[in-house]
């Protein structure tokens, strides 16, 4: 069982940045892939970023290819995504996921999930 809290969500100008935090229990957090997914009112959750078992290998959706990363600390149990440039488009609530199998951009994938942290972007 994984725990997973986000934090780091908030209100910024278009053009700005935000990092996000997951925090994960558990002793095993090497071991999982971990991914980011956001989900805007009325659409389907979409994956954003995600960073293999002991950080090897990265996958981002185009729309945040080259504006944003994503990174973790196994030794603190968190993986982070920093974005940057951020449009008013990317307002979403943003999802923390963790799977301990190959996980895909498909949210079915992972395994568990955190409750979620609000991203607004004015224009």
């Known amino acids: 069982q994984v725990q997973l809290v986000e934090s780091g969500g908030g209100l910024v100008q278009a053009g700005g940045s935000l990092r996000l935090s997951c925090a994960a229990s558990?002793?095993?957090?090497?071991?999982?892939?971990m991914g980011w997914f956001r989900q805007a009112p009325g659409k389907e959750r979409e994956f954003v970023a995600a960073?293999?078992?002991?950080?090897?290998?990265?996958d981002y959706a185009d729309f945040v290819k080259g504006r944003s990363t994503i990174f973790r600390n196994n030794a603190k149990n968190t993986v982070y995504l920093q974005m940057n440039s951020l449009k008013p488009e990317d307002t979403a609530v943003y999802y923390c996921?963790?799977?301990?199998?190959?996980?895909?951009?498909?949210?079915?994938?992972?395994?568990?999930w955190g409750q979620g942290t609000q991203v607004t972007v004015s224009s």
């Open positions: 996921a963790a799977d301990d199998g190959v996980a895909g951009r498909t949210p079915s994938s992972y395994d568990y």
């Open positions: 960073i293999r078992k002991s950080g090897g290998g990265t």
């Open positions: 558990g002793r095993t957090f090497s071991t999982y892939t």
